[in-house]
């Protein structure tokens, strides 16, 4: 009875209470974020630069990820020809419209956001997780302590080095997602190689492909900004770093879904 | 000369130091005892800044320290070295590389051959040898402990803070450890914070101890006038030591 009347009471209290600490806990993250993201910020514009911290993250994110995102997105590329020549085999019965259609959809989404997910994945969360293990075995306060500032030493390398790598694997990205379209067309549509290339044409533009771009650098600085961002704020132990792992992948996911939609409206005034 | 003034320190609602007032004088080696979760390993992150504390001062020769920015830390921190209590050693650098890190930064102009000799020197204090080329987690933790010392030492800071150096030592290491942490003191006239559990250690080399109880300070005196104390605490502290040993400390 009285627990009864205590779960009642409680469940009456409960949303509010829930929406009130939800609320406090999301703006101190927020304001948290915004203090650390200026200081990155002013970092980045501020000299010295680590060049050598920078080459060897350059290494690690760019040439170690490109192969697994390559392989990936071939499969993507493909998959794209098949959808399309289906609908438009279906709705105006040619494939007349197919590679202009999938080169189309390879540079200004395919290209860059499927990158942004793997990157998201293989690099953001490995560089979270080691940022936060160096947080809470206190190395980021030994480097502290040995008067080098972790935000120089440790984001702002990564942070240049993934925007770079980000645009530079959806270069190859674009290519070898062409490439795989290019090779279902020949044996599946009746393509030529240059009767692709042909059909491809008539709908791209130039624009199309380094707007993609800006969309890869935009996801390339996103990544690694929540990446330490959620490092820097992990809590000790094993649990905590899962935590934290978690939060910088799901956030990261979903501020690259809307920032391909914020950037893909801007964009739209540009055509 | 280093003096903290009525410092406090919460963490949320639960206040971790209550008001702490310590001044240690240059050459000085200060002991800190105390319980486990007392605040010990706080107020030293609170010293060097790691922490900022809710109230109080922190006075580095003379000079404010607790309101600076991160940016005015560095120029401080130079004269401060702090060995964690975990061995926080970076674990993408060789031992080697980890010991140089810190030579590398504070002394630009160094040759890399007065770096290795500098390393080598540092490691050889702290009784390790062969392992320069090893990554931290290849080596055994009491290991990592040692070339975290080593890593603090060599860039020869004046102000030293300890946060359990010899905690999970082998005996021979401890005492190792112990007298380095003296002739430091003597020989280049650092000044030291020890924050320990070892209390024969702490009456051989300290010049004075202090004891903290929940986030407050409970006694601080010379080694003898501890021995005399009549708080509770401290002479719980104080009943592994024997008479012979009492008597041995008080003349
Ligand atoms: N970053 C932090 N956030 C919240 N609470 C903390 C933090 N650091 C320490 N505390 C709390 O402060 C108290 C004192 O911790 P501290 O690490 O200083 O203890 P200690 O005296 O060094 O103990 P030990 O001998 O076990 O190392 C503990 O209750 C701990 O929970
Ligand atoms: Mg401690």
């Known amino acids: 009875m009285i627990l009864g009347e205590r779960l009642q009471s409680k469940a009456v209290l409960w949303p509010f209470e829930y929406l009130g600490g939800e609320l406090i806990k999301v703006s101190t993250t927020l304001s948290r974020f915004f203090d650390y993201l200026s200081e990155m910020l002013i970092t980045l514009m501020t000299p010295p630069f680590r060049f050598k911290e920078f080459v060897t993250q350059l290494y690690l ?88 500032d972790p935000m120089r030493y440790l984001v702002v390398p990564r942070f240049v080095a993934t925007i770079l790598s980000s645009v530079v694997i959806v270069i190859f990205a674009d290519a070898t997602c062409l490439f795989f379209e290019m090779v279902m067309s020949v044996r599946h549509l009746d393509y030529s190689w240059e009767g692709f290339l042909t059909a491809m044409n008539q709908f791209t533009q130039f624009k199309d492909f380094y707007l993609g771009l800006v969309k890869a650098a935009v996801f390339g600085a996103v990544i690694p900004t929540i990446a330490c961002f959620y490092g820097f704020n992990t809590q000790p132990g094993a649990e905590g770093v899962g935590r934290s792992t978690t939060q910088s992948v799901v956030s990261n996911a979903v501020s690259i879904i809307i920032m391909d939609f914020i950037l893909t409206y801007l964009f739209s005034y540009l055509y | 000369m280093l003096e903290v003034k009525n410092l406090t320190k919460r963490f949320g609602s639960q206040e971790v130091l209550k008001g702490i007032s310590l001044a240690i004088s240059e050459g000085e080696i200060l002991f800190v005892l105390g319980r486990s979760g007392t605040g010990k390993s706080v107020l030293l992150k609170n010293i060097v800044g790691l922490l900022k504390p809710e109230s109080g001062q922190i006075l580095l020769e003379g000079r404010e320290i607790s309101k600076l920015s991160e940016e005015e830390y560095f120029e401080v921190r130079k004269m401060c070295g702090m060995v964690f209590q975990h061995p926080a050693l970076f674990d993408s650098l060789t031992v080697y590389e980890n010991v140089a890190f810190g030579l590398r930064r504070h002394f630009p102009g160094m040759t890399p051959e007065e770096v290795k000799k500098r390393v080598t020197e540092c490691l050889d204090l702290v009784h390790l040898e062969g392992v320069e080329d090893k990554l931290p987690p290849q080596i055994s933790y009491g290991m990592q402990k040692r070339v975290s010392l080593a890593r ?73 006038e501890l021995l005399k104390s009549q708080v509770p605490l401290v002479k719980d502290f104080l009943a592994e030591i024997t008479e012979e040993d009492r008597s041995r400390w008080l003349s």
Do not use: W
């Not at chain 1, 990936?72 to 959808?83: D, G, P, R, V």
């Open chain 1, 61 to 148: 994110i760019g040439y170690k990820s490109t192969p697994v995102i390559l392989f990936s997105i071939s499969f993507a590329a493909t998959a794209t020809i098949l959808e399309y020549a289906f609908h438009m085999k279906l709705v105006i019965q040619t494939a007349a419209l197919v590679p202009g259609f999938a080169a189309l959809l390879v540079f200004r989404e395919l290209g860059p956001v499927i990158t942004a997910f793997l990157l998201t994945s293989k690099v953001g969360a490995g560089m979270n997780a080691e940022l936060g293990t160096m947080q809470i075995t206190e190395q980021v306060d030994a480097l502290k302590l040995l008067s080098v």
């Open chain 2, 152 to 224: 603090t030492i060599a860039v020869e800071p004046r102000y030293l803070l300890f946060d359990e150096p010899t905690t999970g030592l082998d005996p021979v290491t401890t005492n190792a450890i112990n007298r380095l942490i003296s002739e430091l003191s003597r020989k280049l006239n650092t000044t030291s914070i020890v924050v320990s559990h070892d209390m024969h250690c702490a009456l051989e080399i300290a010049d004075r101890i202090a004891v903290l109880d929940q986030g407050q300070l409970i006694a601080l005196g010379t080694p003898s």
